[in-house]
C-alpha cells in the first residue's frame, strides 16, 4: 500500500520560489490533487448510476414531475463532470510528457 503524505496547500504553492516551479514535488502534487478528484467524479457518477436505477415511479404525477426534474438536474451536473475528467485526462497525459504547467 502507498504511503500518504498531505499535500501542499495553495498557498504553499503560491509561495514557493519561482526555481521551484514545476519542479518534481509540484508535478506529483498537481498530479495527485488531478486523481483525487477524478476519484471523486467517478464515484459521484457511480452514485448516480445507483440512484436512478433504484428510483421507482410515484403515483402521484407532481411526485413523478419532482422526481424527474431532479434526475434531469442531476444527469446535468455528471454531463458537466464527464466533460471535466476529460480536461483532467488531458492534464494528466500533459504531466506524463512534461508540458504541464508551462504557458
Same mark, same amino acid.
Request: some cysteine; charged content about 35%; aromatic content about 4%.
Given at each position: 500500500?502507498?504511503?500518504?503524505?498531505?499535500?501542499? @496547500?495553495?498557498?504553499? &504553492?503560491?509561495?514557493?520560489?519561482?526555481?521551484?516551479?514545476?519542479?518534481?514535488?509540484?508535478? *506529483?502534487?498537481?498530479? *495527485?490533487?488531478?486523481?483525487?478528484?477524478? $476519484?471523486?467524479?467517478?464515484?459521484?457518477?457511480? @452514485?448516480?448510476?445507483?440512484?436512478?436505477?433504484?428510483?421507482?415511479?410515484?403515483?402521484?404525477?407532481?411526485?413523478?414531475? @419532482?422526481?424527474?426534474?431532479?434526475?434531469?438536474?442531476? &444527469?446535468?451536473?455528471?454531463?458537466?463532470?464527464? $466533460?471535466? &475528467?476529460?480536461?483532467?485526462? *488531458?492534464?494528466?497525459?500533459?504531466?506524463?510528457?512534461? @508540458?504541464?504547467?508551462?504557458?
Amino acid at each position: 500500500m502507498s504511503k500518504t503524505t498531505e499535500l501542499p @496547500s495553495d498557498a504553499e &504553492l503560491l509561495a514557493a520560489p519561482e526555481s521551484e516551479y514545476m519542479s518534481e514535488a509540484q508535478l *506529483q502534487a498537481f498530479r *495527485q490533487r488531478l486523481l483525487n478528484e477524478e $476519484k471523486a467524479l467517478r464515484e459521484a457518477a457511480e @452514485s448516480t448510476t445507483h440512484h436512478l436505477q433504484e428510483t421507482e415511479a410515484a403515483p402521484d404525477p407532481t411526485d413523478r414531475a @419532482s422526481a424527474e426534474e431532479e434526475h434531469t438536474l442531476e &444527469l446535468r451536473v455528471r454531463d458537466r463532470e464527464r $466533460k471535466l &475528467l476529460k480536461k483532467i485526462a *488531458q492534464a494528466l497525459k500533459r504531466i506524463e510528457d512534461g @508540458s504541464y504547467g508551462w504557458c
